[in-house]
């Protein structure tokens, strides 16, 4: 894992966008991995402001959606489909269609998760995935106590998550869904790289566990320790309680410029 500490979530979405911007250049066609949540925000902002100045464009590229709410209304604006198209999506230039995620109301939920999975194999896999990370270590969706193989799949969420989740439900915990479908921590890992953003205290330990400490179910984000890829971006407070903070700065002061993201 490489850990790069920034100032703020400017720097954040600039480098964030830096690594996107990077891998459309040497693949317009690239599959993008998209989370929602506000953690990739600035990248998300930092990239439609490179788009319209024509500085990256995605006309090419394809993007799936980490996850989405089980029985929210289509047109409900917190639909994980509806939020990333506002948060993202309808601000840079990805062709009609071409960004999808799994259909929370789907009839038939396995069938929906396993058609979900084969579409992400027969894009060719997610070249670069976006996430951000939950108070309590999930990724995703993949709350504690998830298989660090699952594919795309129904979860209950923790009353954690509901909680964290519930200021974009007028704060009413009630109107917050119990259920899910996210791509699996397998399906994550599938990705060829993976881009992590945490910012704010909130996420300290959540940080500190998925970076320093023994890979395990109850903090899901520990699977990316397995991963060959993977760049986990942060503020300063989310670094917070990273025990070799000083050994990541001196890094990616040092590191050769050729290496990139
Ligand atoms: C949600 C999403 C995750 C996201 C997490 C953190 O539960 N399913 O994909 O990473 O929350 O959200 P935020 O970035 O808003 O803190």
């Not at 917190?78 to 999506?89: P, Q, W």
């Amino acid at each position: 894992m490489e850990i790069v500490i920034l100032d703020d979530a400017r720097d954040i979405g600039r480098l964030g966008a830096d690594a996107v911007g990077a891998l459309l250049r040497r693949r317009p066609d690239a599959v993008l991995g998209l989370a929602t949540g506000s953690s990739p925000l600035a990248v998300y902002d930092e990239l439609a402001a490179r788009c319209a100045a024509g500085e990256v464009s995605f006309a090419r590229a394809r993007g799936f959606t980490l996850d989405e709410y089980v029985g929210l209304a289509a047109d409900h604006p917190e639909s994980y489909r509806n939020v990333i198209d506002t948060a993202f999506v309808s601000r840079v230039d990805f062709a009609p269609g071409t960004v999808q995620g799994p259909d929370g109301l789907a009839a038939d939920i396995p069938a929906a998760c396993a058609a979900y999975e084969a579409d992400i194999a027969a894009a060719g896999g997610i070249d670069l995935q976006i996430l951000g990370i939950g108070t309590d270590g999930h990724i995703g969706f993949n709350e504690p106590g998830s298989s660090l193989a699952s594919r795309t799949r129904i979860k209950t969420l923790t009353r954690q998550t509901r909680l964290d989740n519930a200021r974009f439900f007028d704060g009413d915990l009630d109107a917050v869904p119990t259920h899910c479908l996210t791509q699996g921590l397998g399906t994550i890992m599938s990705a060829r790289h993976a881009v992590l953003i945490a910012t704010g205290a909130g996420k300290a330990e959540a940080v500190h566990q998925m970076v320093e400490g023994p890979v395990s179910a109850m903090w899901p984000g520990t699977v990316l320790q397995h991963h060959p890829h993977v760049t986990v971006l942060l503020d300063r407070a989310a670094a917070g309680r990273l025990q070799l903070a000083e050994y990541y700065r001196e890094t990616y002061r040092s590191k050769p410029r050729w290496q990139g993201l």
